[in-house]
């Protein structure tokens, strides 16, 4: 977004002074950085943790309850463990929820929240299927919820500036885009005990045995995996997908120390990496390329084998290309040193968590050998203005080493006069501070639910292209097939469980 965020239609609203907030979904990733983000948002108090595992929905509430005691907050500490969605959006007393909860329950609890009244911070990917990314769009233009997809790479200032050299012409017309995420070597892998090792890049065939326990790193029974937990509604975890025994993989049991990867790549429930690490690479390309409301005009097959490891289902694990609206075409390229690399007729810019590279001269077109040499920080065919390459900060910003990459930052700020170019996009500290302030402001997001669910849309048909084994075409204004190619039933989940529809 260039310029001024702008008011929301939910601006006729008067602003809130706070923002009582529920959470639900309380996995990781809601309790090492949703809730302790929120939580420390003067005007935002935690009101209600949901989950439906009671291990994990107890151990919310009492960390929200400790925080606010230990910080000398006791007041606010009345924090409520809720077992069952509904009863949070029937409350009048929440304003907001965050949503943390697996992807295939994503679409319906939005759209349900903003029905109920709530404005609303989902986890990326917005959507499980392209259909369910339209009927956010539209839950949102009819309810005129504050809306935030938790993005949060456009809160990082490596990527904002990457973003901001793009749009404002600095590398002349961009190209090409690489983004790079998913294990190639995966497809090589026959060893089916060794979970991690089987990651590629598309979502596998649904399967209820993993045989790897994420957990404690070593192999494990049907009959361990199935064991009966009594600590979770297993039927409520399901929701609208459909019915499958209870495994232990997708619903870790009490309060888990990883990621649980295994539902991500399950076709009933996830779009593996293209949905994981595709909606933050994704994304920034589609920043950058200013096409937050518009899209690929159309897909193309990859010509990579096909894998072989007996999980995969045959698909291909990276090379499929989007053509974009305006020309440019995005390659999936498996993970390396960048996440997303701009080729501009005038220059290069490459970017990543941590790390960002520019290099200004006679454009090139994104080979192998010229996709080594950026990798490896040995790009010649162009002058380099400025670049924060290695491990600086580790995996993350709170791996902080040292200031390479704010010098970076810095010289490219310097060089390109960033803070008086003429396109000047929405800067934000925080994804979730962003949330609470636009919560009480009533203006758009940094990541509204549009950009959100067009990022969704490409990582849906990325890995529809892989599923299915083809290209196609498509109509980003519809969002829907073109030309006569592809399958309308790919657009959308065959059955919806229990009556688990949304309905707006």
């Known amino acids: 977004m260039a310029g001024k965020c702008k008011k929301t239609a939910a601006a006729k609203q008067p602003a809130a002074k706070q923002v009582s907030v529920a959470f639900i979904g309380y996995g990781i990733q809601a309790r090492s950085v949703l809730v302790p983000n929120i939580i420390k948002q003067e005007n935002a108090v935690v009101k209600a943790v949901c989950d439906c595992d009671r291990i994990r929905c107890e151990a919310g509430a009492q960390f929200v309850n400790d925080y606010y005691k230990n910080n000398k907050k006791s007041k606010l500490a009345k924090c ?3 077992a069952d969605f509904r009863d949070i959006l029937s409350d009048p007393g929440i304003d907001a929820v965050v949503i943390a909860t697996p992807d295939h329950w994503h679409a319906y609890l939005v759209c349900a929240a903003m029905k109920a009244g709530k404005d609303v911070y989902c986890e990326k990917p917005l959507t499980y299927s392209i259909e369910e990314a339209r009927l956010v769009m539209k839950a949102q233009k009819k309810f005129k919820r504050v809306f935030q997809n938790g993005s ?8 904002r500036t990457a973003c901001m050299i793009v749009r404002n012409g600095f590398i002349g017309d961009v190209k ?4 790079n995420y998913g294990n190639a070597s995966a497809q090589n892998n026959t060893d089916i005990a060794n979970f991690p090792a089987n990651l590629g890049g598309p979502s596998h065939p649904h399967r209820f045995f993993c045989q790897w326990d994420g957990l404690n790193g070593k192999e494990q029974t049907v009959a361990v995996e199935s ?10 975890w399901l929701g609208p997908a459909p019915w499958s025994p209870y495994s232990d993989q997708c619903a870790p049991r009490g309060v888990a120390n990883f990621y649980p990867m295994f539902w991500r790549f399950d076709d009933n429930y996830g779009t593996g990496y293209n949905g994981d690490w595709g909606a933050h690479h994704l994304d920034i390309a589609q920043w950058g390329l200013d096409m937050d409301k518009s899209g690929p005009v159309k897909i193309i097959r990859s010509n990579e084998p096909h894998s072989v490891n007996p999980l995969h289902g045959g698909r291909r694990q990276f090379g499929m290309q989007f053509i974009m609206s305006n020309g440019c075409t995005i390659y999936h390229n498996p993970f390396g040193t960048w996440g997303t690399v701009f080729y501009g007729t005038k220059g290069i810019v490459a970017v990543n968590r941590g790390r960002i590279a520019v290099w200004q001269g006679r454009g090139v077109k ?6 080594k040499a950026i990798a490896e920080n040995k790009f010649t065919k162009m002058k380099q203005i400025a670049a924060c390459t290695g491990l600086d900060y580790g995996f993350d910003t709170a791996q902080k080493k ?3 990459l704010v010098d970076a930052l810095d010289t490219l700020d310097k060089v390109f006069k960033l803070d008086t170019a003429p396109v000047q996009l929405y800067k934000s500290a925080l994804q979730e501070k962003n949330f609470i302030d636009c919560c009480i402001s009533r ?3 940094i990541c509204t639910a549009e950009t959100g669910a067009r990022s969704s849309i490409l990582c849906g048909l990325c890995n529809m292209s892989y599923v299915y084994d083809t290209g196609f075409d498509w109509d980003p204004v519809k969002c829907t097939f073109a030309n006569g190619t592809g399958d309308p039933s790919w657009l959308k989940r065959a059955v919806y469980r229990k009556g688990w529809e949304i309905k707006l």
Do not use: G, H, L
């Open 80 to 82: 409520k463990a809720i």
């Open 152 to 159: 949060m790479q456009r809160s990082w200032r490596e990527f």
């Open 176 to 179: 090409y885009v690489d983004c």
């Open 227 to 236: 064991a009966e937990n009594a600590d979770i509604d297993w039927d409520m």
């Open 366 to 371: 994104p080979t192998e050998a010229n996709r």
């Open 402 to 404: 040292d200031d390479s």
């Open 443 to 445: 203006e758009e997001t």
